[in-house]
């Protein structure tokens, strides 16, 4: 009998995202982050995975596949420096109900 192993879309997603590196991991969490803070500055209080693609792109020329977005999104929120809030329909089509994300508020600092 032969053991045989399925590879799904998601084992590959996840092994390039493995692949990364965590130096280069963490400079992908800072562009995105950088990116979704620029467009807060823009008047855009939250962005679903898919326009903070777009919009890094629009603003760095640097096209990523939606699924580093996603991991690196994930990953901020797991951090709490992003928050998903709440659910809208997506504004690119097919206009699919999104939970998009926003920067957590930072305390600036300490009045003394």
Request: hydrophobic share 35%.
């Amino acid at each position: 009998m032969q053991d045989t192993q399925h590879v799904t879309s998601h084992d590959t997603r996840a092994d390039s995202f493995e692949a990364l590196g965590n130096a280069k991991r963490a400079r992908l969490n800072e562009r995105l982050y950088n990116s979704l803070a620029e467009a807060h500055r823009r008047g855009q209080p939250a962005l679903s995975r898919r326009e903070l693609r777009d919009f890094h792109n629009d603003c760095t020329g640097e096209w990523l596949e939606i699924s580093s977005v996603a991991s690196t999104v994930n990953a901020l929120i797991a951090a709490k420096r992003l928050e998903e809030v709440e659910a809208r329909t997506c504004s690119l089509p097919p206009h699919r109900l999104v939970k998009p994300v926003r920067c957590c508020m930072q305390q600036a600092g300490f009045a003394v």
